[in-house]
């Protein structure tokens, strides 16, 4: 079976850009996961969605939104970048939500911003 | 309040020792699962091994097996016969059930010397 996918895998921006980031999760898995990476903060949880809606969100600005299609990809959006959203943005799925299962994840996105 | 702690920043270890990857967490709930991943320069997360707050067996993968305590709350990683190829970062993560979201520790970065 395929892992989880993400592209691009480098992407530099710069400040008051947008920024889209893609996720194909594993097949037949419903529920995908976004978190950010930064030497300073660590990982964070950003949100969840599973059958297109979100089920959980983390604190993080209205600036950072996302998605989920009827084939369980996603894709995360920041608005208005800023020099602290370079980070390594993750992506895992799991099978479904809530139940405690493993999540695995992509190789991650490194978006940097100047 | 911190959920997870890895009290060891970094180790340096020899090749082919044992060792261990301390993580303590803290949590109300009775439902939850512990989770322990790789990840390595590259940046993609690899999970490793997982154990639920009702496994009565502490769980093992292949060289690797939690040590599960959960009276005191500690579910430390041990890698069986080192090898240089598992140098990289470790991160301890625990996912409460009925949550959607994993939440991480701050890592241990772990060195194996030839």
């Known amino acids: 079976k395929a892992g989880v996918t993400q592209t691009p895998r480098y992407l530099i921006k710069t400040r008051g850009q947008q920024v889209t980031l893609s996720c194909s999760p594993i097949?037949?898995?419903?529920?995908v996961s976004w978190y950010q990476q930064t030497p300073g903060q660590g990982l964070q949880f950003l949100f969840e969605y599973f059958s297109e809606t979100q089920r959980n969100k983390g604190n993080f600005p209205g600036r950072f939104s996302g998605r989920q299609f009827s084939n369980s990809r996603s894709e995360m959006n920041v608005s208005t970048l800023e020099l602290g959203d370079s980070a390594l943005y993750l992506c895992a799925s799991s099978p479904s939500s809530g139940g405690g299962e493993t999540q695995y994840f992509g190789p991650g996105t490194r978006l940097l911003v100047l | 309040a911190q959920k997870i702690t890895q009290t060891q920043p970094g180790m340096f270890v020899q090749e082919k020792e044992a060792v261990t990857l301390d993580c303590t967490y803290d949590?109300?709930?009775?439902?939850?699962?512990l989770f322990w991943y790789k990840q390595p320069s590259s940046g993609e997360m690899i999970f490793l091994i997982y154990?639920?707050?009702?496994?009565?067996q502490n769980a093992t993968e292949g060289r690797y097996s939690l040590n599960f305590q959960k009276a005191r709350k500690s579910a430390n990683l041990v890698i069986s016969a080192s090898q240089l190829g598992d140098s990289a970062m470790y991160f301890c993560a625990m996912r409460e059930y009925g949550d959607d979201k994993i939440i991480f520790g701050k890592g241990t970065r772990l060195h194996i010397l030839p």
């Open positions: 154990q639920g707050s009702y496994d009565e």
């Open positions: 097949s037949g898995h419903r529920s």
């Open positions: 949590t109300s709930d009775q439902s939850y699962g």
